[in-house]
């Protein structure tokens, strides 16, 4: 069973960073996708950006390509969005995912994550 925890959300005006993390409970076999998302009210979840555990192959949404970058810490177990040039639009409860890598599978926004966690909100003031 993989736990994720979120936290480093809150409010930020137009145009500042913040920056989102997410522990990841020790994982057994080091290839795995790894993925943040996000759901405004009254919106489907979009997957925001991705990346390999193993390798950190990313892949991000047009909407924060260039803007927003993941990585991820293997030593701490630790996830990471850094959102910079941020806009009111951004704003969002975002979660982040997990999910086991199959053979001959990349990892990607669309990739099937299994492995939740609670959400981290995240407020964009103009």
């Known amino acids: 069973q993989v736990e994720l925890v979120e936290s480093g959300g809150g409010s930020v005006q137009a145009g500042g960073s913040m920056r989102l993390s997410c522990a990841v409970s020790p994982l057994i076999y080091d290839n795995y996708c790894l993925g943040w998302f996000r759901q405004a009210p009254g919106k489907e979840r979009e997957g925001v950006a991705s990346?390999?555990?193993?390798?950190?192959?990313?892949q991000y949404a047009a909407s924060v390509k260039d803007r927003f970058t993941i990585s991820r810490d293997k030593a701490k177990n630790t996830l990471y969005l850094d959102m910079a040039s941020v806009k009111p639009e951004d704003t969002a409860m975002y979660y982040c995912?997990?999910?086991?890598?199959?053979?001959?599978?990349?990892?990607?926004?669309?990739?099937?994550?299994?492995?939740w966690g609670q959400g981290t909100q995240v407020i964009v003031s103009s």
């Open positions: 990346i390999e555990s193993f390798g950190g192959s990313t």
């Open positions: 995912a997990a999910a086991i890598r199959k053979p001959y599978h990349q990892c990607t926004i669309q990739y099937e994550y299994n492995y």
